[in-house]
């Protein structure tokens, strides 16, 4: 494998300025692909300025650019209505958080007090009522993290290598959590929606660590952290679960839902109320169990094996880069192995340097009890790890279930939204198919 591998960026096909990525079926700029989506959500009407319905929709300048022509490059060109998920006119788009809104109090606010995220609209398909959801505004910190090249931590983690930098920046993303959250019995739908906000943002933070995905082209970055962010929030939010809990998280069924919140499997429900006309048992049906499959995947291997930070770090980044590169193909697979080949170097690297330094300790007697003495130095249990192609085995085989899970909670995604058992529009279906 070449040290070097070379990344092209693309062109919006309607303006033909740098590309973002896949909007709406095609290749566009953000700025082309928020004026399609306005136009359709909106049932926005346009007349050409030359009366002619040819003008030329260049980059040149996008205020003087005619609309109805702008519109109809986009139409031509492939971008599809069916992918807004809005086909038939929406009307009188309401705020949820406006005076007139009968959710008012149940809706948390985004930090900014202007930042507008969900709508009161009629649904593009059942005619009733329904919240639109404007994905571009509950990612754009996240979308500022993605875009910033350079990290503020960088000169103190520039003698890291792949796998430690992954490690240094999962350690500080968990520093926030609290070791003694509060249980809560019922979550709203729409609360845990703003509260995704956070670990979505912590998703870019923790990817930009990784010199590999921040050569990717920015539309690359932002296309890999649109289909990853929610399987890194679940491995994440387990296996930190597990680390607070220990034996009572696989017994009692603990989940964090957040840095301050923990629940119990068979003791709460989620408040679909304002979202669908569906209660939380047939959601739970179809959902449910595939969550309860992790505490076998995930934190029963992660109390039988005492995975290091290290290795947690390892796993995470196995699957997310696995997923990617499946999903996505072309370069960004070609960075995922680039990557992944990477941190298999540097793990056995820590392995062999874990267990010299262990060895060495136990040789002099430094430590004075067997806790003390089987500490590793990033803070986690180290066991004899002379031969570790077992765990190592182990460790890929909790990638390979998770990923099986994936496709198949991607399968009931499909089957809700198929039968429209949420009364919600997004502005991008693709960011949560996972």
């Known amino acids: 494998m070449s040290t070097d591998l070379s990344y092209f960026a693309v062109k919006c096909k309607i303006c033909l300025k740098s590309g973002h990525g896949l909007h709406f079926g095609i290749e566009t700029c953000r700025a082309c692909a928020a004026f399609f989506r306005r136009t359709v959500v909106l049932n926005r009407k346009y007349k050409c300025r030359k009366r002619a319905g040819r003008c030329e929709v260049t980059a040149d300048d996008e205020k003087s650019m005619c609309k109805f022509c702008r519109f109809k490059k986009c139409r031509e060109l492939g971008m599809s209505t069916e992918n807004v998920r809005t086909d038939h006119a929406i009307k009188d788009l309401t705020p949820v958080d406006s005076p007139c809104s009968s959710t008012t109090s149940e809706i948390q606010k985004l930090s900014e007090p202007d930042d507008r995220v969900a709508y009161n609209i009629m649904h593009p398909k059942t005619r009733g009522p329904a919240l639109l959801l404007d994905i571009n505004a509950i990612i754009k910190k996240s979308r500022v993290i993605l875009e910033t090249y350079f990290l503020p931590d960088e000169d103190s983690i520039s003698h890291l290598n792949p796998l430690q930098r992954m490690v240094h920046s999962l350690r500080k993303i968990r520093a926030n959590q609290s070791w003694n959250p509060e249980f809560v019995e019922k979550v ?29 082209p920015g539309h690359e970055r932002i296309a890999i952290f649109k289909i990853v962010w929610a399987v890194w929030r679940r491995f994440e939010r387990y296996t930190m679960t597990a680390e607070i809990f220990g034996q009572r998280c696989y017994d009692e069924k603990i989940y964090l839902h957040s840095q301050t919140q923990a629940l119990k499997m068979d003791n709460y429900s989620i408040d679909y109320s304002n979202v669908s006309d569906h209660g939380f048992d047939q959601f739970n049906n179809i959902f449910g169990g595939k969550m309860i499959q992790y505490y076998d995947i995930i934190v029963k291997p992660f109390l039988e094996l005492k995975l290091t930070e290290t290795e947690i770090t390892f796993i995470l980044c196995q699957t997310i880069w696995n997923y990617a590169g499946r999903r996505l193909q072309g370069q960004t697979q070609a960075a995922a192995e680039r ?42 249990v180290v066991d004899n790890r002379k031969n570790y192609a077992s765990r190592l085995a182990r460790m890929m085989q909790i990638v390979n279930q998770m990923l099986n899970v994936q496709l198949q909670l991607e399968n009931s995604l499909q089957v809700a939204f198929l039968f429209d058992m949420f009364n919600i529009v997004f502005t991008e279906p693709e960011f949560f198919r996972s």
Do not use: P
């Open 188 to 216: 709203e739908f729409i609360q845990m929606f703003y509260g995704w906000e956070v670990q979505m943002r912590d998703t870019a933070s923790w990817l930009m660590h990784s010199d590999e995905f921040r050569k990717l």
């Open 339 to 380: 990557f992944l080949e990477q941190i298999s170097n540097n793990l056995h690297q820590y392995y062999e340097e874990e267990y010299l330094e262990w060895t060495s300790r136990s040789l002099e007697g430094v430590e004075s009890s067997v806790e003390e003495d089987s500490r590793s130095t990033d803070g986690s």
